[in-house]
């Protein structure tokens, strides 16, 4: 089976600074998608970005970007000009292209914002 | 259009007993799919269903099943609680087997076990 580590537990960032959180993915396949997903606290899990593993070029969402490294299976997210309102708990997952919709994710990432 | 509902929102059962929870998906969104969230292990895949059909399986004991009816909606049921099934149950549904396909979530059942 697939596995998703998110090797942070917890980041923290200035308002207005940049911060990268990490993941990484352990694969056999070649064709699979890549998201990153929030969920701020008590509230529901949406959808940041998302990459297509057959694309090379990183997907970007306004202040959200990826650095997405096929071979090293790697899929950081990259936050810049932080807001408060990023504040959140944040997953990593992994679907494959074969397999219909069962999404593996990572134990997430705990995103801080300090004013 | 209204996002994920789930009901109930928070339960508290005892151990031995059985609870069913409720998901209603995205209208037109014809797959659901069931995610158990523990602080420790973050989100694990229970099952998957598409048009009334259980697509996929996680690795849960057979006391977790679920169903899905002609409308989409579906349910999941545990039977023989245990302490360790307390979680939030999250629900996400989505258009169909589509590449790139987007999971919406719903806001989760809180599930306590005494």
């Known amino acids: 089976a697939q596995t998703v580590t998110q090797s942070q537990p917890e980041m923290s960032v200035q308002e207005a600074e940049t911060v990268t959180l990490s993941c990484t993915y352990d694969t056999s396949e070649s064709d699979y998608y890549l998201f990153w997903y929030k969920q701020p606290p008590s509230r529901q899990m949406i959808l940041v970005i998302r990459?297509?593993?057959?694309?090379?070029q990183n997907a970007t969402e306004n202040r959200f970007s990826v650095n997405f490294q096929k071979a090293a299976k790697s899929f950081s997210l990259k936050i810049s000009d932080s807001q408060l309102g990023d504040a959140a708990m944040y997953f990593c997952?992994?679907?494959?292209?074969?397999?219909?919709?069962?999404?593996?994710f990572g134990t997430g990432t705990s995103l801080t914002v300090i004013p | 259009k209204a996002g994920v509902t789930q009901t109930p929102r928070y339960l508290i059962k005892t151990r031995g007993q059985q609870v069913t929870l409720s998901c209603s998906p995205i209208s037109g969104h014809r797959s659901v799919s069931w995610y158990q969230q523990t602080p420790g292990q973050g989100l694990q895949f229970l099952f998957e269903y598409f048009s009334e059909t259980q697509r996929n399986k996680g690795n849960f004991p057979g006391r977790f099943s679920g169903r899905q009816f002609s409308n989409s909606r579906s349910e999941m049921n545990v039977s023989t609680l245990e302490l360790g099934d307390s979680a939030l149950y999250l629900c996400a549904s989505s258009l169909a087997w589509e590449e790139h396909n987007e999971q919406f979530f719903g806001p989760g059942t809180r599930l306590t076990v005494l």
């Open positions: 997952a992994y679907r494959s292209a074969n397999t219909g919709n069962q999404f593996y």
């Open positions: 990459q297509e593993a057959y694309k090379q």
